[in-house]
C-alpha cells in the first residue's frame, strides 16, 4: 500500500483542493464575509436615488457573488440639493446607524447652485459623518442630456469638488460621471427622455462605479433587476374616491367603513403590457400604482381600508411610501403626513402598538401608495 506521506506530490495535491474547489465552485457557494464597514449602507440622495434601483442592484450583485448582503437603507427625496440633505442628516441618515453612507448628490444643484456653494455642503456632510465615526463614500453626479449644457458644466465641477473633498479627508469617490460619460461617446444611451434621470443602463454603471470604489471591482452588476414584494405589504385593501378634500379627523375617522360601493385592490398588482421598467418594478415590489384603474378617477385623492390580524399584542413598524398622505392604526393617527419625505419604501418608520386580534389600519392617499407593517426597522 502506498504511503501517501511519503509522497510530497501527493500531499501537495491535497492541499490544493479546498483552493481549486474554491475556484470552480460558483460565486454564490463562497459564503464570502462581507467587510462590518458594508454591512449596513444608507444611500443619501436625490430622485436618483428615491428610485431605489441602483442600491438593490448593489444588494443583488454582492450577494451573486456569495457575500454577505448588507443592509441597504434608502434615503433618498426627489428634488433634493446638497444643502438640504446636509440639513436632513440626522432625521434620515444618522437614526439609521450605518455603517457607510453613499453621497450621491448634485444633478439638482447643477442648475441653481455654484460650484463653491455645493463644495461647502458636500464638506459639511462629510464632516458630520467624520465626527459620527461613520464610513463615507462621494457618488459623482451623472450626465445630463446635450441641451443642458450649462447644468452639465456645473456637475463636471462639482465632481472636482467631490475629488478635492475625498482627497482632504481620505475617501474613496465612486466615478459615475465618468463611465457614463464614456458610455455617452460610444452612443450608448443611459438617461431618460427628460435628460436627467439615468435609464437602467445608467443604473448599472452607478452600481458599478459603487462597487468599484468599494474595492469590488471583480463583482459582476446583474443584468436584470430580479425584485419580489417588499417585506410585510398589506395584500388586501378595501378602496373608494374619498368624498370630497376633508381630511379624516379622530372622530370622523371612527365612521369610515367599507360597503358595497368600495372596491377591493388586491397587492401586488401585475405590471401592464409596455410599461416603464421603473413602474413596472415598483409593482412587483408592491407599491400600489395607478389606484384610479381600480377604484375609479377621483378628484381628492383616495381612502383605504384593511384588517390586520395580530397573533398577539406586539410592537410593530408601519412603513409608507409614494403618495400616503395619512396613517390610521385603530382610529389613531401614526404618521406626520409630510409627504415630502420622497417616494421609497420605509421613507418613514413608525413603532405602533398592535392589540392582539384585529387592527383596522385606514389610509388617505394620493393615487399611488406603498404601505408595509414588518417587526422591526432594520430591511
Known amino acids: 500500500m502506498h504511503n501517501l506521506s511519503s509522497d510530497p506530490r501527493l500531499l501537495a495535491l491535497l492541499w490544493s483542493l479546498p483552493l481549486v474547489l474554491m475556484a470552480v465552485l460558483p460565486a454564490s457557494a463562497k459564503n464570502r464575509t462581507l467587510d462590518a464597514s458594508y454591512k449596513r449602507i444608507v444611500f443619501l440622495g436625490d430622485s436618483i436615488t428615491d428610485g431605489n434601483s441602483y442600491p438593490t442592484l448593489i444588494k443583488e450583485a454582492l450577494g451573486d457573488a456569495g457575500y454577505d448582503v448588507p443592509t441597504c437603507i434608502n434615503a433618498g427625496i426627489g428634488g433634493n440639493r ?35 456653494a455645493y463644495e461647502e455642503d458636500i464638506t459639511a456632510i462629510v464632516e458630520r459623518l467624520a465626527k ?40 474613496k469617490v465612486a466615478e459615475v460621471y465618468k463611465l457614463m460619460d464614456e458610455a455617452r461617446t460610444k452612443g450608448e444611451n443611459v438617461i431618460e427622455v427628460d435628460g436627467i434621470h439615468p ?58 367603513k367599507p360597503d358595497a360601493t368600495w372596491k377591493t385592490l388586491t397587492l401586488p398588482m401585475a405590471p401592464l403590457a409596455d410599461e416603464h421598467w421603473w413602474t413596472a418594478g415598483e409593482r ?21 381600508y384593511a384588517m390586520l390580524n395580530a397573533k398577539k399584542a406586539k410592537l410593530a413598524y408601519f412603513n409608507p411610501g409614494s403618495e400616503l398622505l395619512a396613517l390610521w ?45 414588518t417587526d422591526d426597522n432594520t430591511w
Open 329 to 373: 392604526v385603530n382610529g389613531k393617527r401614526v404618521n406626520t403626513g409630510d409627504n415630502t419625505l420622497g417616494w421609497h419604501a420605509g421613507r418613514e418608520r413608525i413603532p405602533v402598538q398592535l392589540l392582539k386580534g384585529e387592527n383596522v389600519v385606514i389610509i388617505e392617499t394620493g393615487n399611488n401608495f406603498f404601505l408595509s407593517v
Open 199 to 256: 435609464n437602467y443602463a445608467g443604473h448599472r454603471l452607478i452600481t458599478r462605479a459603487i462597487l468599484d470604489a468599494m474595492g469590488f471591482t471583480g463583482v459582476a452588476v446583474p443584468a436584470e433587476l430580479r425584485l419580489s414584494v417588499m417585506p410585510g405589504i398589506i395584500t388586501s385593501w378595501q378602496m373608494h374616491p374619498a368624498p370630497d378634500a376633508t381630511r379624516l379627523d379622530a372622530t370622523t375617522v371612527a365612521a369610515v
Open 284 to 304: 412587483k415590489r408592491g407599491f400600489a400604482i395607478g389606484v384610479d384603474a381600480v377604484v375609479g378617477k377621483s378628484a381628492h385623492g383616495f381612502q383605504g
Open 132 to 171: 459620527e465615526k461613520i464610513a463615507c463614500i462621494l457618488v459623482t453626479p451623472s450626465i445630463l442630456s446635450a441641451d443642458k449644457k450649462a447644468a452639465e458644466t456645473n456637475i463636471v465641477a462639482f465632481g472636482a469638488a467631490m475629488h478635492r473633498v475625498a482627497a482632504k479627508h481620505g475617501l
Open 82 to 116: 446638497a444643502s438640504q440633505m446636509r440639513a436632513r442628516l440626522d432625521r434620515d441618515v444618522l437614526v439609521h446607524h450605518p455603517s457607510l453612507v453613499c453621497v450621491n448628490a448634485g444633478v439638482n444643484d447643477s442648475f441653481s447652485v455654484t460650484p463653491a
